[in-house]
């Protein structure tokens, strides 16, 4: 029979000063990435010849910044276990504007590439600021504070890569300098403002074994209590990036999307994140219980996915998207379960651990995705197998059901015992 004890609770509610700091970290951040979303592509091909070169080029600085997202963010998020989360946050946000920097005054794409490698290494600010949340919450209402990053993260894509647009018609370069100087600010309000959250008699032991990202993601594999969630998250991760790295080209092939109309579908996505994640939360987990909540929003995704992959006219896909609420509630419940399943002084660890999951995604899921659309690409705009990389996704989702549904039945069956 598993040990079910609670665990220790980390404090008596949530300080919404400190919350508001994390908020704002992710918020800025994401802000400042969504900014650069529509013109990096375009500032690609300044430095290239053909648009195969440019696709080819523009992938590759992806997986780079994700193969190194991958590497360090778990080394940060274990270091954040040792020293404190203020002082990683604050590197994080320091690289990230240097990144910024590097990439508005990069002369070649090998400087491209530098500004890629400084906006991995510094990419902790989720995976930290999540930790930072879970120091500072109830065991009860930690899927809620992750709730509200999630909005916070949300919030950065509804500004960020219609505002990005807006300013890169003025000069491709603007965009990086607006995202530098947000960086700075958040850093300079970190400095001055934003207490530690992580007191020296719950820090933890700083190994080598806990910087290594595979040794992260094969301790996450051996802990046999989350095992199964663990697959889960991977899953429902893996079909969100081929999603989110084959979406514009889709709609280009299918309906003859504009970027302004990506942009469009892109706030819609971040609203309707928002609302859930920031104002509905707390009534789902309330009505629903986190567990069925999780069930429920992958149901959801996975329905929507199939229909996305369908959809014969373009005003389809925001219909899909708004009907689409309860799949926003998924992530933070599942990672609500999973933290309360982890001791204080790793919650570092996990969510550098699980963030590594989304970096792997990255690095992986555009190559698989633009291989399998450039399969379907020369096809008719009407016929169904376009839409292949959202059957794939919707695949990968009623997976994550069939797992998460046993590894629920199979606890429940246990605590009972």
């Known amino acids: 029979m598993n040990d079910h004890r609670p665990l220790p609770q980390v404090a008596d509610a949530v300080s919404p000063g400190k919350l508001n700091f994390v908020l704002v970290c992710v918020f800025i951040d994401m802000l400042g990435i969504g900014l650069i979303v529509p013109v990096l592509p375009i500032l690609v091909g300044e430095f290239v010849t053909a648009r195969e070169q440019q696709t080819m080029w523009y992938g590759t600085l ?57 906006g ?19 065991h009860d209402n930690r899927a809620r504070s992750f709730g509200k990053i999630g909005a916070a993260f949300g919030l950065g894509f509804i500004a960020g890569p219609m505002l990005g647009g807006l300013l890169g018609g003025i000069d491709l370069h603007l965009p990086f300098y607006v995202a530098a100087i947000l960086s700075a600010a958040n850093f300079v309000y970190g400095w001055f403002y934003v207490p530690e959250s992580l007191p020296e008699s719950r820090r ?12 992260g993601l094969m301790k996450l594999a051996r802990r046999q209590d989350i ?24 709609t280009h092939f299918r309906f003859g999307w504009s970027p302004a109309q990506n942009g469009i579908a892109l706030f819609c996505v971040g609203l309707a994140a928002a609302v859930v994640q920031a104002g509905l939360l707390g009534v789902l987990i309330r009505r629903f219980g986190e567990v069925r909540l999780s069930l429920l929003g992958l149901t959801s995704g996975c329905i929507t996915y ?19 609420l309860l799949a926003f509630a998924a992530g ?40 399998l659309l450039g399969e379907v690409s020369h096809l008719p705009a009407n016929d169904w197998r376009i839409g ?23 606890r429940h069956v246990a605590m009972k015992a």
């Open 306 to 324: 199939i229909l996305y992959g369908i959809a014969t006219e373009g005003w389809m896909m925001y219909v899909f998207i708004l009907c689409n």
């Open 227 to 250: 095992r199964g969630l663990v697959i889960v998250y991977t899953l429902v991760t893996m079909g969100q990036m081929m999603l989110h790295s084959t979406w514009v080209l889709y």
């Open 62 to 118: 992806g997986a780079t910044f994700g193969l190194m997202q991958f590497i360090f963010m778990p080394m940060l998020g274990a270091i954040s276990d040792r020293v404190g989360r203020r002082p990683v946050l604050l590197y994080s946000m320091a690289g990230m504007s240097l990144n910024f920097l590097a990439t508005a005054w990069a002369p070649n794409l090998a400087c491209l590439f530098i500004g890629r490698v400084i």
């Open 120 to 138: 991995g290494m510094s990419s902790a600010s989720m995976s930290v600021a999540s930790a930072y949340a879970s120091d500072i919450s109830t």
């Open 388 to 410: 292949a990389t959202f059957f794939v996704s919707a695949a990968m989702q009623a997976a994550a059901i069939f797992v998460a549904w046993r590894y629920f039945r199979h």
């Open 204 to 215: 933890g032991k700083f190994k080598l074994t806990r910087v290594n990202p595979m040794a």
């Open 332 to 371: 933070p419940a599942l990672q609500g379960i999973i933290s309360k399943a982890t001791p204080a002084e790793s919650q570092g660890e996990l969510m550098g651990s699980l963030q590594s999951i989304g970096s792997a995604g990255v690095i992986v899921m555009p190559l698989v995705g633009g291989v």
